[in-house]
């Protein structure tokens, strides 16, 4: 069975369509709740132990602190080198971090991060990790995971275009900047200093470069001359979407990373139904023994061999710790002995969405990564995009949205005020903008706040004393969580379990 | 009274300019440049209406009931002017002469309502002010018809039920005037009985609206249409004309009876008789004809059909003439049928076949360009016995040459050789197929009896490519660029400008 294809049926079959119109149906609104991101738990390290328990005491020579991909990696880094006398601790109930995933009856899903550059061939630890999970067979990356097409699509002025650099708009003018753009990032990639992961560039940045730290994204752009609505637009929608901050409020250093850390040729981006979840499964799967969940640390204190580790179900003591959870709860845990001045986080929102059907209302088949411009969202990410099947009638879509503009305080503080209601109303009017038919699609929005999503290069970043200080903060106490970097990139955070790790045991 | 009159204005005015636009949007849906569509659309429904209200002036008497009968005449015409339009495109040739007609009826008929409502309202009012009303509240309802209708009504009704609704709205008018002049117009009860009627035929329409278009979409296929159903997977269309069925699948034309014979004998034979099989795949070709090639091999054991769609082998296992077309090939004991998604099936089993036929629908679109990678054959070659081949229908080499050649390579970079070779099918054109071994093929020296078109001596010549057939240099086709959709959709563009 085959083939012929005259357009002119399709255009009839189109016709079809226009003439009977959307199915009239009655509108019930989605089900869906707000789910818990573990601020509250969290919020409970403000409150002091009650003195007086007693808890089960352990000792082990290395203790892992957060469960995200910076703890898992350091794990297996540990255990790839043959040693297994460690644990890692983790707050929820299930590890994952940022890496985290839900599951329905339709798909896996991710919460937040949910896809990884192809790592480039100098990425040698990240490329035997990813061997090691069955990704990179060879030098051939995995068909399954290697994104399938089409990838990216930009709503803009009524119509989808592919990728997400704007082509339905820019003037001449427009474009040339485009270009001078590309060609400035082109100069940045050959410098060497931009590079995944990042320390390896920073091991010794030229002053040129440096300086990059010590002016904003939008200084930058405004003393290059680059004001181009469109330009500007894509820019800010690269920091939005890895910083979760606008232009002003990140280094030019960080932009420019975004755009000269990878290379211009590498195939899609590794991703999975679950996002990088899939990853955190894989590592679940080699490390399960070691992992202790729903084990809340309260309190980092030195002792004269080590550290101790005080948690809700237990005492630890270790020679060393590998401290892979968020910078934020280190004043908390140490009482006061570590400050951590000059660490933003963004706020996010992100939601999945279950849709009994594919809406009908916006022509062109759906990428995997979906953008609306101008909007305050980032888009919509097809959790079946992965899928080999060729009917797929029901999907998830995961929503994601960095709260950039304002202070991430207020930020915080307004999205504490907010309800699921009020939250899931705001995201399904985003998307009638492109879908006007969403509403009779979604049978399910659940929402997750998560108040310190990512980090924020901003400016100044890089030389921060307090970043210098974790970042070499020795004395059995090493830091391995991505905030450190910066930059909140699985990249980052497996570099970062990886060398904590082998310094740990060097150490021991 | 007045108040409802004008009301009544602004009802009708809406009504009038929705026709107007119904009537422009279809003609440029069907025929194409929407600047010369609308033009002459908007210019004979202006000059329609102009003739509409110079006409006014031979209706002299009974302003009233005249009126409602115009009313009801425009609930009439208007509300079925896209369902007369849609058939018109679909079963005569004469589209843009019954186009204009209607537009003029319409126009007239709609030309007629103001004139003969300023006149019912001329002793109500002072003259100036029944101008001033009335043409106010035209104008209102046009801006009214120009917002609702690409917001609302095409959206939410689609052309076919947005006419018949603002038909109900004229006999709705044509009712209330009726009621409010029930004291001034004699004879109500006819008049009434017919606007009743009109609508109620309206109000159907819009009910069996999808019957409707089913109706008029018969007309858009050349011969007549003996079976349709829309599956959740596909809408499939059977249409006879003398001893010639053709299956149809999303409009796409799946076969012709009176040539499948070369497509099913090209696509089966050069590729099993070459291997002793006893078990074989067929993924796709839910319409059991490949399946009736297969089992003219005495040696086959069982045969597992894979198809997304079970409605295609009940189909095609329950029409008589297509029992008779597929020689009744699902009723035989060997055969094991199984409704599946292709790709996902491959991956949850682990049968073993000696040989394979790939009869899916064309890469149209990224759904099923899926069903063409490189992932898809390797996932095929776990199946495959170590002697086992498979076979792929590939579009035309002819039309679509880099579509053609991006399959061979593609089954290539799979691991396999490839062998491509091309048949002549009268109602498809020149039409490729690859044939995939891991040893090399061998073209058989024996072909099963009973065939219509090959023969082993003709084999050779259809494993030749001449010059406009050649290879051309093409892109492996994998799941992250999908670069044979690309191929395919630029080259059956270009083909069918």
């Given at each position: 069975?085959a083939?012929?294809?005259?357009?002119?049926l399709?255009?009839r079959?189109f016709?079809?369509?226009a003439?009977?119109?959307m199915?009239c149906?009655s509108r019930r609104?989605?089900?869906?709740r707000?789910?818990?991101?573990?601020?509250?738990r969290?919020h409970?390290?403000r409150?002091?132990?009650?003195a007086?328990?007693r808890?089960?005491?352990?000792?082990?020579?290395?203790?892992?602190?957060?469960?995200?991909?910076a703890g898992?990696?350091?794990a297996?880094r540990?255990r790839?080198?043959g040693?297994t006398?460690?644990?890692v601790?983790?707050?929820e109930?299930?590890?994952?971090?940022n890496?985290r995933?839900?599951e329905?009856e339709?798909t896996?899903?991710?919460?937040?991060a949910?896809?990884?550059p192809v790592?480039?061939p100098e990425?040698t630890?990240?490329?035997?990790?990813?061997?090691?999970i069955?990704?990179?067979n060879g030098?051939?990356?995995?068909?399954r995971?290697?994104?399938?097409?089409?990838?990216?699509?930009?709503y803009?002025h009524?119509?989808w275009?592919e990728?997400?650099e704007?082509?339905?708009g820019p003037?001449?003018?427009?474009?040339?900047?485009f270009?001078?753009?590309d060609?400035?990032?082109?100069?940045?990639r050959e410098?060497?200093a931009?590079?995944?992961?990042?320390s390896?560039g920073r091991?010794?940045?030229p002053d040129d470069i440096?300086?990059l730290?010590?002016?904003?994204?939008?200084?930058?752009?405004?003393?290059?001359?680059?004001?181009s609505?469109?330009l500007?637009?894509?820019i800010?929608y690269?920091?939005?979407?890895?910083?979760?901050a606008?232009m002003?409020?990140?280094?030019a250093?960080a932009g420019?990373?975004y755009h000269?850390?990878?290379?211009?040729?590498?195939?899609g981006?590794?991703?999975w139904?679950?996002?990088?979840?899939w990853?955190?499964?894989k590592l679940l799967?080699?490390?399960?023994?070691?992992?202790?969940?729903s084990?809340?640390?309260?309190?980092?204190e030195?002792n004269?061999r080590g550290w101790?580790i005080t948690?809700?179900?237990g005492?630890?003591?270790a020679e060393?710790?590998i401290?892979a959870?968020p910078a934020?709860l280190l004043?908390?845990?140490?009482g006061?002995a570590i400050?951590?001045?000059?660490?933003?986080?963004s706020?996010w929102?992100t939601a999945n969405?279950?849709?009994d059907?594919w809406?009908?209302?916006?022509?062109g088949?759906p990428a995997w990564d979906?953008v609306?411009?101008?909007?305050p969202g980032?888009g919509?990410v097809?959790?079946?995009h992965?899928s080999i099947a060729?009917?797929?009638p029901?999907?998830?879509w995961?929503?994601?949205?960095?709260?950039a503009?304002?202070?991430?305080?207020?930020?915080?503080?307004?999205?504490?005020q907010?309800t699921?209601e009020?939250?899931?109303a705001r995201?399904?009017?985003?998307?009638?903008r492109?879908?006007?038919?969403?509403?009779?699609c979604v049978?399910?929005?659940?929402?997750?706040r998560l108040?310190?999503?990512m980090i924020r290069?901003s400016?100044g970043?890089?030389?921060?004393a307090a970043?210098q200080r974790?970042?070499?903060a020795?004395?059995g106490?090493?830091f391995?969580?991505?905030?450190?970097?910066?930059?909140s990139l699985?990249?980052?955070?497996?570099?970062?379990?990886?060398?904590?790790a082998?310094a740990?045991?060097a150490a021991? | 009274?007045a108040?409802a009159?004008?009301a009544a204005?602004?009802?009708i005015?809406?009504?009038?300019?929705?026709?107007?636009l119904v009537a422009?949007?279809?003609?440029?849906?069907?025929?194409?440049?929407s600047v010369?569509?609308?033009?002459?659309?908007?210019g004979?429904y202006?000059?329609?209406?102009?003739i509409?209200?110079?006409m006014?002036?031979y209706?002299t008497?009974?302003l009233?009931r005249?009126f409602?009968?115009?009313q009801v005449?425009?609930?009439l015409?208007?509300g079925?002017?896209?369902t007369?339009?849609?058939l018109?495109?679909?079963?005569?040739?004469v589209?843009?002469?019954?186009?204009?007609?209607?537009?003029?009826?319409v126009?007239?008929l709609?030309?007629?309502e103001?004139?003969?409502l300023m006149r019912?309202?001329?002793d109500?009012?002072?003259?100036?002010?029944?101008?001033?009303?009335v043409l106010?509240?035209?104008y209102?309802?046009?801006?009214?018809?120009?917002?609702?209708f690409?917001?609302?009504?095409v959206?939410q009704?689609?052309?076919?039920r947005?006419?018949?609704?603002?038909?109900l709205v004229?006999g709705?008018?044509?009712?209330w005037?009726?009621?409010l002049f029930?004291d001034?117009v004699p004879r109500?009860?006819?008049?009434?009985?017919?606007?009743?009627?009109v609508?109620v035929?309206l109000?159907?329409?819009?009910?069996?609206?999808?019957r409707l278009?089913?109706?008029?979409?018969?007309g858009?296929?050349?011969?007549d249409?003996v079976?349709?159903?829309t599956?959740p997977y596909?809408?499939i269309?059977?249409?006879?004309?003398r001893?010639d069925?053709?299956?149809?699948?999303?409009s796409?034309?799946?076969?012709?009876?009176?040539d499948e014979?070369?497509y099913?004998?090209a696509?089966?034979?050069?590729g099993l008789?070459?291997?002793?099989?006893?078990r074989v795949l067929?993924?796709g070709?839910?319409?059991?004809?490949?399946?009736r090639e297969v089992?003219?091999?005495p040696?086959?054991?069982?045969?597992?059909?894979?198809d997304?769609?079970?409605e295609m082998p009940?189909?095609?296992?329950?029409?008589a003439e297509l029992v008779a077309?597929n020689?009744a090939s699902?009723?035989d004991?060997r055969v094991?049928?199984?409704?599946?998604?292709?790709?996902v099936?491959l991956g949850q089993?682990?049968?073993?076949?000696d040989f394979a036929?790939?009869?899916l629908?064309d890469?149209?679109?990224?759904?099923?360009?899926?069903?063409?990678?490189s992932?898809?054959?390797?996932?095929l070659s776990?199946?495959l016995t170590?002697?086992?081949a498979f076979?792929?229908?590939?579009s035309?080499?002819?039309f679509?040459?880099?579509?053609f050649?991006?399959v061979v390579r593609?089954?290539?970079?799979?691991?396999?050789r490839a062998?491509?070779?091309?048949?002549y099918v009268p109602?498809f054109g020149?039409?490729?197929?690859?044939?995939?071994?891991?040893?090399g093929?061998?073209?058989?020296?024996?072909l099963?009896?009973?065939l219509?078109?090959l023969?082993a001596q003709?084999?050779?010549?259809?494993f030749e490519f001449?010059?406009d057939m050649?290879p051309?240099?093409?892109?492996?086709n994998?799941?992250?660029?999908?670069?044979?959709?690309?191929y395919?959709e630029?080259?059956w563009?270009?083909?069918?400008?």
């Open positions: 069975m083939r012929i294809q005259p357009l002119t399709s255009r079959a016709l079809g369509a003439l009977i119109g199915s149906k609104g989605p089900a869906g707000l789910i818990d991101d573990g601020g509250a969290g409970q390290l409150s002091p132990i009650a007086g328990e808890r089960p005491t352990e000792r082990k020579p290395v203790v892992i602190v957060g469960g995200g991909v898992l990696s350091a297996w540990l790839q080198r040693f006398d460690f644990v601790l983790e707050m109930q299930r590890a994952g971090g890496a995933w839900g329905n339709v896996p899903f991710p919460w937040a949910h896809y990884v790592p480039g990425a630890d990240l490329r035997a990790f990813f061997r090691d069955g990704v990179l030098e051939e990356w995995s068909e995971a290697l994104c399938f097409a089409p990838q990216e699509r930009l803009i009524g119509r275009q990728g997400l704007p082509q339905i003037s001449d003018r427009d474009r040339d900047q270009k001078r753009f060609d400035r990032m082109q100069a940045f410098s060497g931009f590079t995944i992961p990042s390896r091991a010794s940045l440096s300086a730290d010590t002016v904003s994204m939008a200084g930058w752009m405004d003393r290059e001359g680059f004001d609505p469109y500007r637009w894509w800010e690269g920091c939005r979407d890895d910083y979760g606008l002003p409020d990140v280094s250093w420019i990373h000269t850390s990878r290379q211009d040729d590498e195939p981006p590794l991703t139904p679950e996002g990088n979840g990853i955190v499964r799967e080699r490390l399960a023994p070691h992992v202790e969940t084990v809340m640390v309260e309190r980092l030195p004269d101790t948690a809700d179900t005492v630890w003591t060393q710790v401290y959870a934020f004043p908390h845990l140490t006061g400050a951590i001045d000059g660490f933003d986080y706020p929102v969405l279950v849709l059907r809406p009908r209302s916006s022509a088949e979906n609306i411009f101008d909007s980032l919509y097809v959790a079946t992965q060729t009917d797929v029901r999907t998830v995961t929503y994601y949205w960095a709260l503009h304002g202070t991430p305080p207020a930020n915080r503080a307004w999205l504490q907010q699921w009020t939250l899931s995201i399904l009017g985003d998307l009638r492109v879908h006007r038919d969403i509403d009779d049978s399910r929005i659940d929402v997750l108040g310190h999503a290069p400016v970043f890089l030389s921060r970043r974790m970042a070499g020795g004395k106490l090493l391995a969580h991505s905030d450190v970097s910066g930059l699985f990249e980052e955070a497996h570099a970062g379990g990886v060398r904590a082998d740990a045991l021991l | 009274m108040p009159l004008l204005v602004l009802l005015a809406t009504c009038g300019l929705v026709y107007e422009g949007a279809l003609a440029s849906y069907l025929l194409g440049d010369t569509q609308f033009s002459t659309v908007i004979a202006l000059f329609a209406m102009g509409g209200s110079w006014s002036r209706i008497r009974s009233v005249q409602v009968v115009v005449l425009i609930a015409v208007g079925f002017s896209s007369v339009l849609f018109a495109f679909g079963w005569t040739d589209f843009r002469p019954i186009l204009y007609t209607l537009v003029i009826i126009g007239t709609v030309g007629l103001i004139p003969l019912i309202l001329r109500r009012f002072e003259f100036k002010d029944v101008v001033a009303h106010t509240f035209d209102l309802g046009a801006l009214v018809a120009s917002v609702l690409p917001t609302l009504l959206p009704l689609g052309l076919l947005a006419a018949m609704f603002f038909g004229n709705a008018v044509a009712l005037t009726l009621y029930r001034a109500r009860g006819s008049l009434a009985t017919l606007a009743v009627v609508m035929l109000g159907g329409g819009m009910v069996e609206g999808n278009l089913d109706f008029a979409e018969s858009l296929y050349a011969d249409v079976y349709t159903k599956t596909q809408r269309v059977l249409t006879a004309w001893d069925l053709r299956l149809f699948l999303n796409h034309l799946q076969f012709s009876s009176r014979y070369r099913h004998e696509l089966v034979h050069p008789a070459s291997v002793a099989a006893r067929i993924l070709g839910g319409d059991g004809l490949a399946l089992l003219k091999y040696g086959i054991e069982q045969v597992t059909l894979v997304l769609d079970p009940r189909l095609f296992s329950t029409h077309l020689h699902f009723r004991r094991r049928l199984i409704s599946a998604d292709a790709m099936w089993n682990s049968d073993l076949f036929i790939v009869d629908p890469p149209s679109n990224f759904s099923l360009g899926k069903l063409y990678t992932l898809f054959y390797r996932m776990r199946h170590p002697d086992g076979v792929v229908q590939s035309s080499p002819l679509a040459p880099q579509s050649w991006c593609t089954v290539e970079d799979a691991g396999f062998s491509p070779y091309h048949v109602s020149e039409w490729g197929f690859v044939l995939a071994t891991r040893g093929y061998q073209r058989p020296t024996r099963p009896d009973g219509r078109f023969t003709t084999l050779e010549p259809l001449p010059v050649r051309v240099p093409v892109e492996v994998r799941l992250h660029n999908q670069a044979l959709v690309h395919y630029q080259e563009r270009a083909f069918n400008r």
